[in-house]
């Protein structure tokens, strides 16, 4: 071994403390029917005293269930993984997702506009706004500022409507996203969800899918694209993550195109062009950018002490989660119930995105050269 591919080695094995330097790689791992478990944190390089930590500190916030997987298996399982509830906007990152099959085989073609495709809503888009592509929906970058049919998105920041030129400028827009799932079923001719579940669910083999639960909401009067909504377990929030991880191979099988996880996640709009500034305040420290659909980590310089360069993350309103860290060979996903019990009179039960920041920096820094886990 040269000098230069000894220091890669020793670099990798100080970031993984996983594969002894020299030593062949062993075959990716997938879980079956259920996942296997760790069952001894330390033989993985992790602290159990540290994650005994994060569990106490998980007992005291709204946590309806946390799994972290490294190398396949579960080092980690907080509260039901099995409990279903809505993903909120994680479900935009899951889209992206499964745009992969049809932009590959050419039923999608992300650079066709709006007005190639004949695609309008309530009240009419002018002749710019339909000069807006497929692939402006998926990187929020479309300067299309209808009214989206649900809340929960940055449009009070918006600028007007009409001042924007189409791929200029990234607004996190719900109108963006239910029109991205709009041409999705009418590009591939398919229901989101059925799609969901021969694509994505059937071949990981999702322990908790049910197509029944799954179904649109909003204001029609406000949009005819609705929000297309994802309720799943925890468990399978994970195997979501560990495709994406694998890069979109399960098992023997190419579930997703090669190249199309490196290609949603790379940062296409970064940290410090976020409107409005808030965005960049999401998370004590961190530094999420935006890439199609999902959030990704941006920084400044490559930095090989920085396990989280190249990491990526599906985000949700209230605390739903699901994050990939490469360097780690690791999937976090995190769940919270808004509402376990349906009882509306009861307070909505959520994270903030800087206890969630909390929660990452705890399992990263309970990783520890297994000879010495204590």
């Given at each position: 071994?040269?000098?230069l591919r000894?220091?890669?080695?020793l670099?990798?094995?100080?970031?993984?403390?996983?594969?002894?330097?020299g030593?062949q790689?062993a075959?990716?791992v997938?879980p079956?029917?259920?996942?296997?478990?760790i069952?001894?944190?330390?033989?993985a390089?992790?602290?159990?005293?540290?994650?005994a930590?994060l569990?106490n500190?998980?007992?005291?916030?709204?946590?309806?269930?946390?799994?972290?997987?490294?190398?396949?298996?579960?080092?980690?399982e907080?509260?039901?993984?099995?409990?279903v509830?809505?993903?909120?906007s994680?479900r935009?990152s899951?889209l992206?997702?499964?745009y992969?099959?049809?932009?590959h085989?050419?039923t999608?073609?992300?650079?066709?506009?709006?007005?190639?495709?004949?695609?309008?809503?309530?009240k009419?888009?002018?002749?710019?706004?339909k000069?807006?592509?497929?692939?402006?929906l998926?990187?929020?970058?479309s300067?299309i500022?209808?009214?989206?049919?649900?809340?929960?998105d940055?449009t009070?920041?918006?600028?007007?409507?009409g001042?924007?030129?189409p791929?200029?400028?990234?607004?996190?827009?719900?109108?963006?996203?239910?029109?991205?799932?709009?041409?999705?079923?009418?590009?591939?001719?398919?229901?989101?969800y059925d799609?969901?579940?021969?694509?994505?669910?059937?071949?990981?083999g999702?322990?908790?899918?049910?197509?029944?639960?799954?179904?649109k909401?909003?204001?029609?009067?406000r949009?005819?694209?609705?929000?297309?909504?994802?309720?799943?377990s925890?468990?399978?929030?994970?195997?979501?993550?560990?495709?994406m991880?694998?890069?979109?191979?399960?098992?023997?099988?190419q579930?997703?195109?090669?190249g199309?996880?490196a290609?949603?996640t790379?940062?296409i709009?970064?940290?410090?062009?976020?409107?409005?500034?808030?965005?960049?305040r999401?998370?004590?420290?961190?530094?999420?950018?935006?890439?199609?659909m999902?959030?990704?980590?941006?920084?400044?310089?490559?930095?090989?002490s920085d396990?989280?360069?190249?990491?990526?993350?599906?985000?949700?309103?209230g605390?739903?989660?699901?994050?990939?860290?490469?360097?780690?060979?690791?999937?976090?996903?995190?769940?919270?119930d808004?509402?376990?019990?349906?009882?509306?009179?009861?307070?909505?039960?959520?994270?903030?995105?800087?206890?969630?920041g909390?929660?990452?920096?705890?399992?990263t820094?309970?990783?520890c050269?297994?000879?010495?886990?204590?």
């Amino acid at each position: 071994m040269n000098g230069l591919r000894r220091i890669v080695c020793l670099l990798a094995c100080s970031l993984a403390f996983s594969t002894p330097c020299g030593a062949q790689a062993a075959a990716p791992v997938f879980p079956g029917t259920d996942w296997r478990h760790i069952a001894q944190p330390e033989t993985a390089g992790y602290s159990p005293q540290k994650l005994a930590m994060l569990r106490n500190y998980l007992s005291s916030l709204d946590t309806t269930a946390l799994m972290v997987v490294t190398g396949g298996h579960v080092l980690f399982e907080y509260g039901d993984p099995a409990h279903v509830s809505v993903l909120a906007s994680a479900r935009k990152s899951v889209l992206a997702m499964l745009y992969g099959k049809y932009v590959h085989d050419g039923t999608i073609k992300l650079d066709r506009t709006l007005a190639d495709i004949g695609f309008d809503d309530i009240k009419g888009l002018s002749a710019t706004e339909k000069q807006a592509t497929v692939e402006h929906l998926l990187t929020a970058r479309s300067g299309i500022y209808h009214p989206a049919a649900n809340s929960g998105d940055d449009t009070a920041h918006a600028p007007e409507r009409g001042s924007v030129a189409p791929g200029t400028k990234h607004l996190y827009n719900n109108w963006d996203f239910n029109a991205a799932g709009a041409v999705f079923e009418q590009l591939a001719k398919r229901d989101i969800y059925d799609a969901f579940g021969t694509d994505l669910a059937q071949p990981l083999g999702m322990q908790d899918f049910d197509r029944a639960r799954q179904r649109k909401t909003g204001n029609r009067a406000r949009s005819q694209h609705l929000a297309y909504h994802l309720h799943l377990s925890t468990r399978d929030m994970a195997r979501l993550g560990l495709l994406m991880l694998r890069e979109g191979r399960w098992q023997d099988t190419q579930v997703m195109p090669a190249g199309w996880s490196a290609r949603i996640t790379r940062v296409i709009t970064p940290y410090d062009e976020l409107i409005p500034e808030r965005r960049r305040r999401l998370g004590a420290g961190e530094r999420w950018g935006y890439g199609h659909m999902w959030w990704t980590w941006d920084t400044p310089a490559a930095d090989p002490s920085d396990v989280m360069a190249g990491a990526y993350t599906a985000r949700g309103l209230g605390g739903q989660y699901i994050t990939v860290i490469p360097r780690l060979d690791m999937v976090i996903a995190h769940k919270v119930d808004p509402r376990p019990d349906g009882d509306r009179t009861q307070p909505r039960r959520r994270i903030t995105a800087t206890q969630y920041g909390v929660i990452i920096r705890m399992i990263t820094g309970a990783r520890c050269p297994s000879a010495s886990c204590k």
